[in-house]
Nanobody
Framework: VQLQASGGGLVQAGGTLRLSCAAS????????MGWFRQATGKEREFVAA????????SFADSVKGRFIISRDNVKNTGYLQMNKLAPEDTAAYYC???????????????????WGQGTLVTVSS
């Protein structure tokens, strides 16, 4: 499956953005999905994950209560709604997919086989 992330941009602190992750070459319903981010000079970090059905979600503590992960398996697309953005949210955001990702309770990047290209989110203060 190929993934295409989009929706990044420049936003002021306190603003919102909605990222999308469109899948092609496969059925997204067959995969758990995750969102990760990587700020300049830092390692890629987990942001949020959603199971194939949408019935299970998980969030990094840093975004809990501000970000919402969802998916539309009919449209073959996943989403990350980002609210109350802060300058520390500035990063390249990546979507990822794997056949299973909720088995261990943690979501390291190595657990995901398929990756989209990054979409840049910049939050100004």
């Amino acid at each position: 499956v190929q993934l295409q992330a989009s929706g990044g941009g420049l936003v002021q602190a306190g603003g919102t953005l909605r990222l999308s992750c469109a899948a092609s070459g496969g059925t997204l319903r067959n995969y758990d999905m995750g969102w990760f981010r990587q700020a300049t000079g830092k390692e890629r970090e987990f942001v949020a994950a959603i199971s194939w059905s949408g019935g299970r979600t998980s969030f990094a503590d840093s975004v809990k209560g501000r970000f919402i992960i969802s998916r539309d398996n009919v449209k073959n697309t996943g989403y990350l709604q980002m609210n109350k953005l802060a300058p520390e949210d500035t990063a390249a955001y990546y979507c990822a997919a794997n056949e299973s990702s909720f088995y261990s309770g943690s979501f390291p990047p190595r657990n995901y086989a398929y990756w989209g290209q990054g979409t840049l989110v910049t939050v100004s203060s």
